[in-house]
């Protein structure tokens, strides 16, 4: 990959069902797009069409709901950060994203136990619109499906850098913490643009994106050059965080990416998929051949940001205080005030 790349590189994962040896390409080239980019457009997945269809329009039907029916699930009545965000009310690296958005994720009993570390805090159930039933339904369905996919790209990429299959299945074939966003970015630019998602990595270990048929906004960082990566009928976007960069010493990358506002009078909906571990999961370091060791670039971090930390749970603590300070005044003040005491 070079400079000049102009668009996502486009994988297959039905290369894997089509015989040894194009499963052997398919995993090779794997491993070379997420080292080189980070990014990548995937199709082959095996996500029936009437599901995608399905959550695109039931997530319009939960944007069209009245202002009021939203609010009565807003997020500051979690304090798993899960529910309605109003426009403005997350940030990315201290600057205001201009989305509306729910945080859905595994339906779970809160955490009760005394002495429990501080992230399982954010374990616990989530806030559902009594107008819209079928919204629990559609993203459960979605968070399965997606799972399924986003597990067997993370075996596929043990094999490709040299693990043994089942190395990542501890942490995530059971109770992993995933999440689920369901956006609508409303128009902002005119014409020039403004932002929707500041400049930013994932900071947890695997993103799967559905993007709405038609529209762009999505920009990938590589070699200094902002990439467009609108949608792709029948494709994900795919994309690592910081924490399987962890695993794997830097050899896989953890790209910068940004949403830019569309423009004024249109909108566009947004669904990204984070397959993160258990939260007391300290993810596998993979050990690398010298070939791959000896082009493992180290983390790719912001150095002015905290590093990442060895265990999931804390890293996403971390970044829901950070993201949504309204919610943590409200339910982790004890915690704001042990930070700043720090």
């Known amino acids: 990959m070079t400079s000049s790349l102009d668009s996502l590189p486009i994988l297959d994962l039905s290369r894997l069902d089509a015989g040894p040896d194009e499963a052997d390409a398919f995993r090779a080239e794997l491993r070379q797009v997420t080292h080189d980019v980070g990014f990548f457009y995937l199709v082959g997945h095996g996500v029936p069409q009437d599901l995608i269809d399905e959550v695109l329009a039931v997530s319009r039907r939960f944007f069209d709901l009245p202002e009021e029916q939203k609010l009565a699930i807003e997020n500051t009545g979690s304090a798993q950060f899960r529910g309605y965000t109003r426009v403005g009310g997350e940030l990315t690296h201290g600057d205001v994203d201009w989305r509306e958005q729910i945080d859905i994720g595994v339906e779970r009993d809160a955490v009760t136990a005394e002495g429990a570390a501080d992230y399982w805090r954010l374990e616990g159930p989530n806030l559902w619109p009594e107008q819209l039933p079928e919204l629990q339904q559609v993203a459960t369905r979605w968070m399965n499906e997606l799972g399924a996919v986003a597990l067997r790209l993370l075996r596929t990429w043990a094999q490709a850098l040299g693990a043994p299959d089942d190395v990542f299945d501890e942490a995530f074939a059971e109770d992993p913490f995933s999440l689920l966003k369901i956006v609508r970015y409303p128009g902002e630019s005119n014409p020039e643009p403004k932002q929707g998602v500041g400049a930013h990595r994932d900071g947890g270990v695997l993103t799967l994106l559905l993007v709405e048929p038609?529209?762009?906004?999505?920009?990938?960082?590589?070699?200094?050059?902002?990439?467009?990566?609108?949608?792709?009928?029948?494709?994900?976007?795919?994309?690592?965080?910081?924490?399987?960069?962890?695993?794997?010493?830097?050899?896989?990358?953890?790209?910068?990416?940004?949403?830019?506002?569309?423009?004024?009078?249109?909108?566009?909906?947004?669904?990204?998929?984070?397959?993160?571990?258990?939260?007391?999961?300290?993810?596998?370091?993979?050990?690398?051949?010298?070939?791959?060791?000896?082009?493992?670039?180290?983390?790719?971090?912001?150095?002015?940001?905290?590093?990442?930390?060895?265990?999931?749970?804390?890293?996403?603590?971390?970044?829901?205080?950070?993201?949504?300070?309204?919610?943590?005044?409200?339910?982790?003040?004890?915690?704001?005030?042990?930070?700043?005491?720090?």
């Open 214 to 342: 038609g529209k762009g906004g999505l920009q990938v960082e590589h070699e200094g050059e902002w990439i467009e990566a609108p949608s792709v009928s029948g494709a994900f976007v795919v994309n690592i965080g910081e924490m399987f960069e962890l695993a794997t010493g830097g050899y896989l990358k953890a790209t910068l990416h940004r949403v830019i506002s569309p423009i004024i009078g249109t909108d566009r909906i947004s669904i990204p998929f984070f397959f993160n571990p258990k939260l007391d999961t300290v993810m596998p370091q993979l050990p690398l051949s010298p070939e791959l060791a000896a082009e493992a670039r180290g983390l790719s971090v912001d150095p002015t940001n905290s590093p990442i930390l060895d265990t999931y749970g804390d890293n996403a603590l971390r970044y829901r205080l950070r993201a949504h300070p309204n919610v943590a005044e409200v339910h982790h003040a004890d915690l704001l005030a042990a930070r700043a005491a720090q």
